[in-house]
């Protein structure tokens, strides 16, 4: 069977007007791109991170981890720049009895850092520690498709409750790392993997240093000798690095100033649109969010068109509750896209028996660039709803383990996935350990379970066309926006004409693909 690619991203918008004169470090002066060398020490600063991060790779929930994970661990399979699905450990696959069946056959030859072969066992257990009733792992809805899974000499046998066209993709997932298997679970204690780069040290919430694994059975990856990334979630202190020469890279950079900062000429800006949104989850497990009609109001309540003008400065673009983007595969384009309506947020509070509304807004910066202020903005289109938004800063540190899915109305950042059923499976799906809105429909449920296995495709685009249009007016997740990733660099760091997508810098395998020019 060949593999579907249900998540091909274009670079539309890759430089802005705004960034028009920030020429990409690739492209030297007779236009062609230059080729990759060896060496270097690369900075690199996040604005991601919190002390309370672990090695478990079930934990894993930020731009800083997830750099982590693709730098020094290996995944069976990883999302290439054009959005397709490529081989990484697993070097082939094929499916059988309507996609029910994959066969995985592990690459010869590929070493954890300890010295020990990377086997089908290892793998096994990998994935198995993110499965069962007593895993806490974020990525357990992902492998609950999972029925049986063995290791067949050097290849691993995948059962599937049902079919399942996009598993390939479901694999990328940067939890599901390949660790050596120990005991009845995995050693993941000590980072010990099999990716391009070996950790040498880390103070997790503050940095990690790395040195080039000069034994990856790839030659074509890992062009740094080093690599140092920094947690510097605070905005202006990573700007100020990157423009004194301290670091070489930086993300998610304020884009109210962007444009001041293209100005510099040793600076690059790189603008690409993808996955990511920006989104405020209500619980709905609880008062006044329970009440679907009170969800809608809200929804109706934020001038979308605003946010993207003022949060994203144009670098995005309007969201319509639903986490597909409008580049992907089975992006509904017939749903009708919500606007700015106080009176229409004014009928669903009277549905709901309400004449007025009382909520409070959780928001901090490490949710989002400008998140504190979106959460203003929206808090003034609210009030012509008959809504009174108390917005509530919260701190930075800690934003990701004591408030998202602790208060009941939150900001929150999503990366986005490469097919809409790893989004939908990670966020969606009833009692998913991320499904931050605490939110359950049967029917969404049901579709999502028939969509997976189906291999008709014009069947499948009419189950996600149906599931976008029950989140978008039934989910309790308000996506007003979808954001570019817009990162910065030192023109010393080189990258290739082709820029991943699925992430930020780069799918997050930036340790991987770029180099000094």
Known sequence: MSTTNGGRLDRRGFLKTTA?????????????????????????AKGHGQTTDTMNPGTWENGFMIAVAFAIHGHLTEVLPDGSVGPEIAESWEASNGAKTWRFKIRDGVTFHSGKTVTAEDVVASL???????????????????KEMSADGDTVVFELHGGDADFPFTLTDYHLSIHPAKGDSIEWQSGDGCGSYILKNKNLGVSVTLERNPNHWRDNVAWFDSIEMLAIVDQNARTTA?????????????????????????INISSIAGTQHFTFAMSANQAPFDDNNVR??????????ELVEKILFGYGSVGNDVPIGQNQQFYNTELEQKTYDPDKAKWYLKEAGLDKLEVSLSAADAAFSGAVDAAVLYQNSAKGAGIDLTVVREPNDGYWSDVWMKKPFTAVYWGGRPVQDQMFATAYSCGADWNDGFWCNEKFDKLMVEARAELDQTKRKDMYWEMQEIVSNQGAIVIPMFANYV??????????EAVASNWDMDGERWAERWWFA
């Open 242 to 266: 990157l423009v004194a020469g301290d670091v070489d890279a930086v993300d998610k950079i304020d884009l109210k100033t962007v444009g001041l900062l293209a100005r510099n000429k040793s």
């Open 296 to 305: 809608q109001a809200l929804k109706y309540a934020v001038n979308r068109e």
């Open 20 to 44: 028009a004169t920030a020429i990409a470090a690739t492209l030297p002066m007779g236009g062609a791109f230059a080729a990759p060398k060896r060496g270097g020490h690369l900075r690199i």
């Open 128 to 146: 198995n520690f993110h499965r069962g009733k007593d895993s806490t792992s974020a990525a357990g809805p992902l492998v609950a498709p999972i």
């Open 487 to 496: 990162f910065a660099s030192s023109n010393k760091i080189a990258m290739p």
